[in-house]
């Protein structure tokens, strides 16, 4: 055995000896980075030749790239040379990377394309952008806002008093039209309804938003005592009729005809309508404002949601905003089934998308005859039919703009992952566009339409990727360039080898000159995004199945930020948080000054609720099941309404529960009087004062007769 593998060894060593070499591989026989091609002899290929093969094209690879990068003509001529060198058989016979039919041309064939646009890139135009017929202004509150800053009254600024009677009218009405709590009244354990006031409202919302302030799984846990206290806005509500209202709330006023699917935006109004205009009346934005889109999440079933996966919220309601520092100035609806809410589509002069008319219609309502604004956008709204018809009226605009858009320039259609190392790092141009045309659709119609527009200039501009950007207040001149500190990006951006090169070999931070368009747009971009950072931070929106719900919490915190912001413009330093907390506390002190000053009985005809204090802590007196304690310190207990008399609904009554409870009224006199004085056991309690007492002590704790 040993003698048979010693002969088969030398057979092999032999059969190695007698195989041909391959030839020295050419540098000139390797494509584009990316694309690595092997020349292969026979079914194997030595190992150290791979080696050598793919360090020698790595090589090539960098001494072409290094140098070549801003130099499109150098560039252009050796992948011309390579594929010349390819066609006529001189390149590797097989390549090891298997394409798909037609993907290697169509890919050469597009990159071909952006070089040829890149070499007939005109210079920066002379262009005069529009500066305004007004000087540039900061925000401040105006009308009743102005130097404002208490919470509760630029609160009210938005939920006035009428307002929200309003809404406690139109939710009694929603509760009577569904027989809330009234068809089995005399079941021991049916919810019964009593109707509600605005005082009630007033603590529902200081709810809410303390629910926003501390975060809990479930809104039962609120009513969780902690050290035998509960906190203060849930002492002033049970957990039970917090969800009657949050059950019955309506906005809009009842109507036993069904909403049509065109108006799903009806069961908002009167408070959307409302808010909007209040908003505009309490603050005139800064020169610089922006306008995207806002996500309400809602997870339910409803047509009108949209659902977007690489966005914080990935479904919900979308609505169109316009913000500036974080104050919300106005906001339009969007339903994925319906489009807009209240917006028409602008047809002239020329028409414009439903998107465009929206924005145009949000934009004019600015007080753009007496001040300058500029608005900055992304590139789902820019185009040059919509800044130019802004430009119509007075205001100026800015922002990123898809290559795909509109009435774009063909010369300046580069797309950025073919640009890839063919332009240098802080390249810039642009082109002026003065006109646009309608294509007709069919080949009968007349001419295309063409119209004259002011000015609006096409940016493009390489950064670590290509940005392409509409804007008709900045130029390219000597003075459009600022310095900033910039970040050295990674080795693995998309175009580090041109973006790195600026920066030493240390270097990690540097002062580097930039676009004044690209700083602007940075700059003023992010004020719908503050409005949402705001928002999310103490969020009023539970977990609701009516899809109109939502709408209401995000209508709720935008009247709570925009207060804020009102109160930041006004020169107070407190913080969100601070300010959350003040408003909740001045919304109970409200509630309850209006209810004590409340004589009327026709008004809460839910039993009113007595309070006995103890070393400052605050007990209600509860049904008989569950009884306040009573100590020497505690004050002196009255019935519910005038004192020394049993009309206006004192009746003594069984209790709901079974279980007898305890005399209120012997139980206060014993403390005081001393351990001679017998407390009672009672299975009845009054009517009105929701309080146990036996039949000898209800006319005394009514103030009718002696003890």
């Known amino acids: 055995m040993a003698r048979l593998r010693q002969t088969a060894v030398s057979k092999r060593c032999t059969r190695s000896q007698t195989r041909p070499s391959p030839p020295p591989i050419s540098e000139n026989c390797f494509p584009e980075a990316g694309k690595s091609s092997v020349r292969r002899i026979g079914k194997e290929n030595d190992n150290t030749e791979k080696e050598q093969g793919s360090v020698r094209r790595k090589r090539v690879w960098k001494a072409d790239g290094a140098s070549g990068l801003g130099e499109a003509g150098d560039r252009d ?207 005139l934005p800064a020169t610089n404002v922006a306008i995207d889109e806002m996500m309400i999440r809602f997870l339910g079933r409803s047509a009108h949601t949209i659902k977007m996966p690489n966005k914080p919220i990935g479904l919900g309601y979308k609505v169109f905003a316009v913000c500036n520092a974080g104050y919300t100035y106005d906001w339009e609806l969007t339903s994925h089934m319906e489009g807009f809410a209240t917006s028409v589509q602008q047809k002239k002069p020329y028409l414009l998308s439903p998107t465009s008319s929206a924005v145009l219609q949000m934009l004019v309502k600015l007080p753009y005859q007496s001040y300058f604004f500029t608005v900055y956008m992304d590139n789902y709204f820019s185009n040059i039919r919509l800044f130019a018809r802004l430009l119509d009226h007075g205001i100026g605009a800015c922002g990123t703009v898809l290559t795909s858009s509109k009435d774009f320039p063909d010369i300046q259609n580069i797309s950025k992952d073919k640009a890839v190392g063919l332009l240098e790092w802080n390249f810039a141009t642009g082109v002026v566009v003065h006109e646009i045309r309608d294509t007709p659709k069919n080949a009968k119609a007349e001419q295309p339409s063409q119209w004259g527009i002011p000015p609006v200039m096409v940016f493009l501009w390489q950064d670590n990727s290509t940005v392409h950007l509409l804007s008709t207040v900045h130029n390219l001149d000597s003075s459009a360039w600022v310095e900033k500190m910039r970040r050295k990006p990674r080795e693995t951006s998309t175009n580090a080898a041109a973006a790195r090169r600026p920066f030493g070999e240390n270097q990690h931070r540097k002062l580097l000159p ?183 002590c209800f006319p005394l704790f009514h103030g009718i007769g002696q003890s």
């Open 77 to 283: 001529e050796k992948a011309k040379r390579r594929d010349d060198e390819m066609d006529c058989g001189k390149g590797p016979a097989k390549s090891k990377v298997k394409m798909g039919k037609g993907k290697q041309p169509a890919a050469r064939s597009e990159r071909n394309s952006a070089i040829e646009k890149i070499k007939q890139l005109p210079a920066p135009p002379s262009h005069i952008p529009f500066q305004g017929l007004f000087p540039p202004h900061k925000a401040q509150a105006i009308g009743s806002a102005a130097g404002c800053v208490n919470p509760y009254e630029l609160f009210a600024l938005f939920f006035s008093p009428e307002q929200v009677s309003l809404l406690a009218k139109h939710t009694n009405m929603y509760a009577t039209s569904h027989t809330a709590g009234l068809a089995s009244l005399s079941h021991p354990f049916i919810r019964k309804w009593y109707p509600t006031c605005s005082s009630e409202l007033l603590v529902y919302f200081a709810m809410l938003i303390y629910m926003g302030l501390s975060k809990a799984a479930s809104p039962k846990l609120f009513w969780r005592r902690i050290n035998g206290i509960l906190p203060e806005p849930m002492m002033q509500m049970s957990y039970t009729r917090f969800q009657q209202l949050k059950r019955y709330f309506h906005i809009s006023e009842p109507s036993e005809l069904p909403i049509q699917r065109k108006e799903w935006w009806k069961k908002l109004e009167p408070l959307n309508s409302s808010l909007r205009d209040l908003a505009k009346e309490c603050y």
């Open 514 to 696: 930039i676009s004044k368009i690209d700083d602007d747009y940075n700059q003023y971009m992010g004020s719908v995004d503050i409005a949402d950072q705001l928002r999310s931070y103490f969020s009023t929106q539970r977990v609701a199945r009516r899809n109109w719900q939502p709408f209401f919490y995000w209508l709720l915190d935008i009247a709570i930020i925009n207060s804020y912001r009102l109160a930041r413009t006004n020169g107070s330093q407190i913080s969100h948080r601070d300010f959350r907390s003040s408003l909740v506390t001045s919304l109970l002190t409200t509630a309850q000054t209006s209810l004590s000053s409340t004589s009327s009985p026709t008004v809460f005809n839910k039993p009113k609720f007595k309070f006995l204090y103890r070393q400052h802590k605050r007990f209600r007196l509860r049904n008989p099941i569950r009884q306040s304690y009573i100590t020497k310190n505690t004050l002196e207990p009255k019935p519910v309404g005038r004192f020394g008399t049993l009309q206006g609904g004192h009746i003594r009554v069984h209790t709901v529960k079974v279980t007898r409870g305890w005399c209120l009224w012997c139980r206060w006199r014993r403390k005081q009087g001393g351990p001679e004085v017998q407390i009672h056991q009672s299975s009845f309690q009054c009517q009105r004062c929701h309080v146990v007492l036996c039949r000898s």
